[in-house]
């Protein structure tokens, strides 16, 4: 008898994991240059939540709560909605090496945030968020023309093909980019524009999770409401279809919403790589293919995963900072290889 | 055989067009509940297309498919799915999913939005992979499965669909004599109307009626012995064949020789 329906079998990681998810942030929260006691971060969340009421050192709480609890929190959001876009990728293009990133939709998104502020449409999170969505779209509609026109399909020819497309896609966009920060850009601009590019968690504060928040989890609802679509194109997109799956509305709706997680996430953040790539085949070995369990999954683990590279980035190298784009680029590229290989079968 | 009043499946003037070619070229057809109906024609013929554009997947560019004498036109993809299911060539997946995963993907049309799981879904499912025998053979991975095996799963899969019309593209293909044989035998048994396109004639006798298709038109429509004539075979594949009888067998054998 199969006890592992779609249900019984996974209680385990459904408690487990936002579990895993409180401890990060919590962890996120109290490590960094200075070292702050869980039992601090503890007391600072009761005080914020109103559950104790005792004064407290400002410092700390500037540290905890402004700094490094909203920095985990956007961490998180990032994770959580740069993992579920990978997923959603992945299942659509039936790829496994899709990635917002690879496929050219962060490099996209990033030049859409850029032109926005260059143009002093306002240099608000909203607003660049709008110009990034624009441009991810714009990204992604020229790498799917690309990979179409160049002839790709399915197998591993098509999937090479895509990729490649992805590289012309992330190539083009980043030299607009470039060419948006040298020709109109001042130089206080370029300056802050070229150290958000790298993927940075630094200027991040608690406006940046209200946005955040909504997008990550408003991708997961809509993930989780197709994860029976999502499964049905395990045999392409024509059997899709013929299980029952509307093509053309299911697609438009998550690749909409593939491209708007993104390119919020990027606008926060910068562009942040191979996240949408790890995440989903680490949860694929944990939980199966299927999406009911792999949408969830994913959406925690990519958090989880987030918040950690964040942690690693600001204690490898003592008194200093690493983009956190390095670390999950660090851990992204070996897997991308495995991949690789492991495709050629 | 006799034939009830009403078609399941009716396909008026329906034609088809890719890229200026005309694919599928004015035909009617109509398929009565029950019957398996084999569509044979040469390479090219437009069988895979009428296949599409019948089970609704591609739209006709003129003329009409109804089924139960709705438009396809008028019925959701989901409404359509719950009536018909197609098995079509060579759908490949990398995913790690087992035969039974599979197979259950064949529920899809029945479940709701969020998708929960019934008893009868898992009951449907479980005499899908008994119709072909797959049952010991459910938690297999499918890169793990044979040609055979997988064809099989894809028409358990479109058996878990409950459909009232199966629509089967080359089903044996690629597969050995005995797994042929297997999937024509098991089409033949399953309690349910099919339009099976054939690559094989001899799989094509043993269907109730025949539609042959060259270029994209029906050239002919009947009983296997009706259709498979001579002077039929020639225009299809422009070879010289004939039926002969089989002194051991009750369907009879085609001989061929290359028009020389």
């Known amino acids: 008898m199969r006890a592992t329906h779609l249900g019984a079998g996974s209680a385990r990681w459904v408690w487990l994991m936002p579990l895993c998810l409180i401890a990060a942030l919590l962890i996120g ?80 998104a990033s030049t859409g945030a850029v032109t926005v502020t260059v143009a002093g449409l306002g240099a608000g999170m909203i607003s660049m968020s709008m110009g990034a969505f624009a441009g991810a779209l714009a990204a992604f509609s020229f790498v799917a023309l690309l990979a179409h026109l160049a002839g790709g399909g399915q197998g591993v020819r098509g999937a090479g093909i895509l990729i490649l497309a992805g590289i012309a896609g992330a190539q083009l966009f980043n030299a607009l980019t470039a060419f948006i920060i040298a020709h109109s850009a001042n130089a206080e601009q370029a300056r802050g524009i070229m150290f958000w590019l790298l993927g940075n968690l630094s200027a991040v504060r608690w406006p940046d999770a209200w946005l ?71 949860c694929r070995l944990l939980v199966g293919v299927r999406h009911r369990r792999l949408v969830p999954a994913t959406t925690l683990c990519g ?19 690493l983009p956190i784009g390095v670390i999950t680029a660090l851990v992204g590229a070996p897997a991308f290889a495995y991949l690789m290989v492991r495709g050629r079968r | 055989m006799s034939e009830p009043a009403a078609p399941l499946l009716s396909a008026r003037n329906v034609s088809f067009s890719a890229s200026g070619q005309t694919l599928v070229d004015g035909v009617d057809l109509d398929v009565f509940a029950g019957e398996t109906l084999g569509v044979i024609g040469p390479n090219g013929a437009g069988k895979s297309t009428l296949l599409r554009l019948l089970a609704g997947l591609l739209p006709p560019g003129i003329g009409e498919v109804r089924f139960e004498d709705a438009p396809l036109s008028r019925l959701s993809r989901r409404q359509i799915a719950r009536c018909m299911a197609l098995v079509a060539q060579q759908a490949e997946t990398d995913e790690r999913l087992t035969a039974r995963d599979a197979v259950e993907l064949g529920r899809t049309p029945w479940l709701g939005r969020l998708g929960s799981w019934r008893a009868e879904d898992t009951a449907a499912v479980d005499r899908a992979l008994k119709a072909v025998e797959m049952g010991a053979l459910a938690d297999r991975p499918w890169a793990s499965l044979s040609g055979g095996e997988r064809q099989r799963v894809h028409i358990a899969r479109a058996h878990a669909q409950q459909p009232q019309l199966m629509l089967l593209d080359e089903p044996t293909n690629h597969l050995d004599i005995h797994h042929q044989l297997a999937i024509v035998a098991l089409i033949k048994a399953l309690p349910i109307t099919a339009v099976v396109a054939l690559h ?28 498979l004539t001579p002077a039929l075979l020639r225009t299809l594949f422009g070879v010289e064949a004939r039926l002969v009888d089989d002194p051991e067998g009750d369907t009879p054998l085609i001989a061929f020789n290359r028009r020389g």
């Open chain 1, 29 to 108: 929260a109290s490590v960094g240059e200075t070292r702050i006691p869980l039992a601090t971060v503890l007391e600072v969340l009761a005080s914020k939540l109103g559950v104790i009421d005792h004064p407290l050192s400002t410092l700390d709480e500037a540290i905890v709560w402004h700094y490094r609890l909203a920095r985990a929190v956007v961490a998180a959001c990032c994770g959580a909605g740069l993992a579920v876009s990978g997923v959603i990728l992945q299942a659509l293009l039936r790829n496994s090496l899709a990635d917002p990133y690879l496929l050219g939709i962060s490099a996209g």
């Open chain 1, 212 to 282: 955040a928040m909504p997008v990550a989890g408003a991708s997961l609802a809509v993930a989780l409401s197709q994860v029976r679509s999502l499964d049905a194109f395990a045999f392409g997109a024509e059997s899709a279809a013929s299980l029952g799956v509307n093509l053309r509305a299911t697609k438009g709706l998550l690749i909409g919403t593939a491209a708007l997680a993104t390119a919020v996430m990027v606008a926060i953040t910068g562009a942040i790589g191979f996240v949408g790539l790890v995440v989903p085949h680490a």
């Open chain 1, 303 to 321: 958090a989880v995963f987030m918040v950690l590279c964040d942690v690693v980035s600001r204690v490898v190298i003592p008194g200093q900072v």
């Open chain 2, 200 to 227: 094989d004639l001899s799989h094509a006798l043993r269907c109730d009626r025949v539609l042959a298709l060259l270029e994209g038109r029906v050239v002919a429509l009947g009983t296997p012995l009706e259709v």
